[in-house]
């Protein structure tokens, strides 16, 4: 179809592993849009992600937790400042990908003359959208990939890529290379990466369990375990240095970008269902992913390198359950190694 724009607000409200998701949206509208400005509004642990990734010119951070959450009157100025400056950049064309009734709203207020908006019945405002033709409403069967990819139809985007990808820069390896050094990790080793938290404590298998899982592959399989630790989980550092192995290193101050650089160099990651899992698997790395509930296909990341152990009751997976399935993926990138060579 025949349609420009010059100043694109894209919406994307998701947490963190959703935006990692809508990467292959994010970039199929840049290369559809090749000329505009495009600005990603997302939330706050999203903006640096959006940032790093190449796929806007600008981000708008919002703190969707304070704007829902805080006391009535200063999340209502917050609400304000946050239209008033999306009203200031004069948008001719808004993307929503996440469509919720207050991202359409703040479509509508943006007052850009076309909305194209995903149809999520019972959560969408469907008759704020006014760009024709419209989307197909919402097929929650589908891969959320493939949910946003399918947001852009009716721009003539089809077949886009549905890799999301993301490349460490050399300034960030070299931020990593100095702290594994000052740790004193030898050049080579084998990274396993081990993520304990998440953002809802039911969803979080026991720190002490993957502690025992850290200490099997390093005596078992001569693995260096690296802990990553975001803003969340600076408060359980005692009992992290407590529950992993003595060579453990703890890498709890990291950049988005150097997270990305850290999760690049790993064998493996196993991780509760959470963003920094997303994230090692569009750098590449095999993930291990513990699941409390039957395994939701449509988040799970893109690939059969990734493993997923699964119990209704995430406290009823087992080390050696866990053990076992990260073991099947070192030896799987250690057969593939050996063929390559």
């Known amino acids: 179809m025949v349609f420009d724009a010059r100043n ?132 929650r069967s589908k891969h959320a990939v493939d949910r946003y990819l399918d947001v852009l139809e009716p721009l003539g985007i089809r077949n886009a890529s549905r890799v999301a990808r993301l490349r460490p820069r050399e300034e960030d390896n070299q931020a990593v290379e100095q702290v594994l050094k000052k740790a004193k990790v030898p050049e080579g080793s084998l990274l396993a990466g081990i993520f304990p938290g998440a953002g809802h404590p039911s969803r979080r298998w026991p720190l002490e369990r993957f502690g025992e899982v850290a200490e099997r592959l390093e005596r078992n399989d001569r693995v260096r375990p690296l802990l990553f630790a975001g803003p969340e989980e600076r408060g359980l550092i005692r009992e992290m240095r407590a529950a992993f192995p003595h060579s453990t290193v703890i890498l709890d101050r990291l950049t988005i970008p150097q997270l990305v650089a850290a999760l690049a160099r790993l064998s493996v990651f196993v991780s509760n269902d959470t963003g920094p899992m997303h994230i090692a698997a569009a750098v590449g790395t095999p993930v291990v992913i513990l699941l409390g509930q039957p395994a939701p296909s449509a988040y799970i990341p893109l690939g059969d390198q990734h493993r997923v152990v699964c119990n209704p009751n995430i406290l009823a997976i087992t080390v050696d359950e866990v053990y076992a399935a990260t073991r099947s993926v070192l030896s799987a990138e250690r057969t593939a190694a050996l063929f390559a060579s």
């Open 8 to 139: 694109i607000l894209v919406i994307d409200f998701g947490q963190l592993g959703d935006v990692v998701l809508s990467l292959p949206a994010l970039r199929a509208i840049r290369e559809r849009f090749p000329a505009a400005r495009i600005t990603v509004a997302v939330g706050k642990p999203g903006a640096a992600l959006i940032e790093f990734s190449g796929v806007a010119d600008a981000t708008i951070a919002v703190d969707r937790v304070a704007l829902r959450d805080g006391r009535a009157p200063l999340s209502l100025l917050r609400i304000g400042r946050l239209v008033g400056s999306v009203r200031r950049a004069e948008f001719d064309f808004v993307i929503d990908l996440h469509s919720l009734n207050e991202t359409n709203l703040l479509g509508y207020l943006s007052k850009a003359s076309l909305r194209l908006y995903a149809r999520r019945p019972g959560r969408s405002l469907d008759f704020l959208s006014n760009f024709r033709p419209r989307p197909p409403v919402e097929d």
